[in-house]
């Protein structure tokens, strides 16, 4: 049996909101500081393309909302919106229907890749077909990469872990808006619990044995 828990592991990679309402400074509704951002694109490019010549499957989950409507049926989200210091304050304004920030931010995304765009809570298989996709494509492990370390991240390894997926968090391809307090104590709570945490290089070599 592999360190990952599975005999024979089958991978997927899981890209949680690589887009410009995160990471572009230009457009980005909640942004990332510049050198967050700038940092986690140039990882994740590294890391999606040494995936992909592995052959394992990216598939790239977009916060999408019809309108503002959709996103204040969160009650606390509401409050996020209320409070001029909270770095969530745009929420309600976030990712809406023909905004720029929906875009992938350029490189990260190649023609074979699957994307889940339905994505409307930090849990990403919350009403979308992400968890129909893997299951098509034969994944049992995940390799979670994106934004933010402390809610979609850690939502969404969450929940592949009650779904017995096996679940690997890909460290130097994961951040957050919220600061570095945050990123190390959502690592923390993941690596206790719910999910290897390790390296992309790491991941993809024990993969690979």
Same mark, same amino acid.
């Given at each position: 049996m592999s360190g990952f828990g599975v005999d024979m592991p089958l991978?997927? !990679?899981? /890209?949680?909101?690589?887009?410009?309402? +995160?990471l572009d400074p /230009?457009?980005?509704?909640?942004?990332?500081? &510049?050198? !967050?951002?700038?940092?986690?694109? /140039?990882? @994740?490019?590294r890391f999606l393309d040494a995936a992909r010549a592995a052959g394992i499957p990216v598939i790239h989950c977009v916060t999408r909302y019809r309108d503002a409507d959709e996103i204040a049926l969160n009650p606390f989200w509401r409050t996020r919106? #209320?409070?001029?210091?909270?770095?969530?304050? @745009?929420?309600?304004? +976030? @990712?809406? #229907? *023909?905004? &720029?920030?929906?875009?992938?931010?350029? *490189?990260?995304?190649?023609?074979d890749d699957s994307v889940v765009d339905t994505k409307k809570r930090y849990d %990403?298989? !919350?009403?979308?077909?992400? =968890?129909?996709?893997?299951?098509?494509? *034969?994944?049992?492990?995940?390799?979670?990469t994106g934004i933010n370390t402390n809610s979609c991240v850690l939502a969404t390894a969450c929940a592949a872990n009650v779904? $017995?997926?096996?679940?690997?968090?890909? #460290? $130097? %391809?994961? =951040?957050?808006? =919220? *600061?570095?307090? +945050?990123h190390d104590a959502a690592l923390m709570l993941l690596k206790t619990a719910f999910a290897h945490v390790m390296t992309g290089e790491e991941a993809l070599k024990r993969l690979a044995s």
């Open positions: 991978a997927a !990679v899981v /890209a949680i909101d690589l887009h410009r309402g +995160h /230009a457009v980005a509704t909640m942004p990332a500081a &510049p050198e !967050v951002a700038a940092r986690l694109v /140039a990882a @994740n490019l919106a #209320e409070d001029p210091q909270a770095t969530r304050k @745009n929420v309600l304004r +976030h @990712n809406l #229907e *023909g905004m &720029p920030g929906l875009e992938i931010m350029p *490189g990260l995304r190649h023609a %990403c298989f !919350v009403a979308t077909d992400l =968890d129909l996709r893997l299951r098509a494509l *034969g994944a049992n492990t995940l390799l979670i779904r $017995d997926y096996a679940v690997v968090v890909v #460290e $130097d %391809c994961v =951040d957050t808006m =919220d *600061g570095p307090a +945050h």
